[in-house]
């Protein structure tokens, strides 16, 4: 994951490589991702990043509920640390 920092002008910056790219952010939004990112752990950038892959995700699976959605990050967090068994579809049939 690249390097995120958000400056005192609420300008996000990815850093990745040789390239960063600074992101303009209004305050309202710069405040309620200040408040999320402490109740979450995160840094106010990847409280951003997180609402923006969120949307993403929304967009590309309308279908789909938010939670159903969340479910489906926080499993794959937990087979990436060992705590289940990815499911296999058609095993077990």
Do not use: C
Not at 7 to 28: C, P, Q, R, W, Y
């Amino acid at each position: 994951m690249k390097p995120k920092v958000l400056n005192e002008n609420h300008n996000l910056t990815m850093i990745g490589g040789f390239m960063a790219t600074a992101v303009k952010v209004s305050d309202d939004l710069f405040e309620k991702a200040k408040i999320k990112s402490k109740i979450f752990n995160r840094s106010i950038a990847g409280q951003i990043e997180y609402w923006a892959k969120i949307g993403q995700m929304i967009e590309e699976n309308p279908d789909l509920p938010l939670p159903f959605i969340q479910d489906i990050l926080v499993g794959r967090e937990q087979i990436k640390a060992g705590q289940g068994t990815p499911y296999v579809f058609g095993e077990g049939e």
